[in-house]
């Protein structure tokens, strides 16, 4: 059984398949015979798991089993108390009512890798980050929260998945290391996770390694 955390670039597809505009997987991970437990919006970047085992991935990626998952979110404006309330008590989203979110304010994140391309610039309106953690995983569905309350998110990075954290694991975009399945539990993360590099950057011989922050 193979598990692997890859840090999703921004704009790449969340399938090995080709896609004839964008990037995908392929272009990440060389791992042969995994998949996405779960998805990742092109255009969000951060935390997906890829395995090989069909019963791991349908405990992953199954709503049922609400992992708990972090997201931090660049949003357009600042959203005051009012806000921020609705998001925590669940935001009706027109098909169906979210569960309440744990959200934050937060300061940008000092250690967060540029985007490419940079998110559009607009003068007259200042933006401001929100961590937010959420146990369901609709599609696109933070996007539609921050929206709903009047503060469409500009960027998004997910950087949690149950008790496994992105920050913790040091992963540029690209690149991928083998984990185990309690690592997404409670158990802590071991040094010794082997970081797989970007299928393109780097030979496949090539090896280095993941630590704690």
Not at 149 to 177: M, Y
Not at 196 to 211: G, L, M, N
Request: with cysteine.
């Amino acid at each position: 059984m193979t598990l692997i955390a890859l840090n999703k670039p921004f704009g790449t597809m969340s399938q090995f398949s080709p896609h004839p505009s964008r990037p995908t997987l392929a272009d990440c991970v060389a791992t042969p015979g995994v998949y996405p437990a779960g998805r990742l919006d092109a255009d969000s970047e951060g935390l997906l798991l890829l395995t090989d085992d069909g019963p791991l991935q349908a405990r992953i990626a199954d709503p049922r089993h609400k992992l708990l998952k972090t997201y931090l979110a660049q949003v357009e404006g600042i959203p005051d108390a009012a806000a921020l309330a609705r998001l925590r008590q669940g935001v009706d989203l027109g098909d169906f009512v979210t569960m309440p979110a744990t959200v934050s304010p937060i300061e940008e994140p000092a250690w967060l890798w540029p985007r490419n391309p940079p998110v559009r610039f607009r003068a007259a309106i200042p933006t401001s980050w929100l961590e937010l953690k959420i146990r369901e995983g609709k599609n696109r569905q933070v996007r539609r929260m921050t929206a709903a309350v009047g503060f469409p998110t500009l960027r998004l990075v997910r950087v949690g998945i149950g008790g496994l954290d992105l920050r913790a694991l040091r992963l540029e975009p690209g690149q991928s290391c083998e984990i185990a399945p309690e690592d997404v539990g409670l158990a802590a993360l071991r040094p010794d996770r082997r970081i797989v590099p970007s299928a393109r950057q780097v030979k496949p011989t090539t090896r280095r390694r993941c630590y704690k922050i």
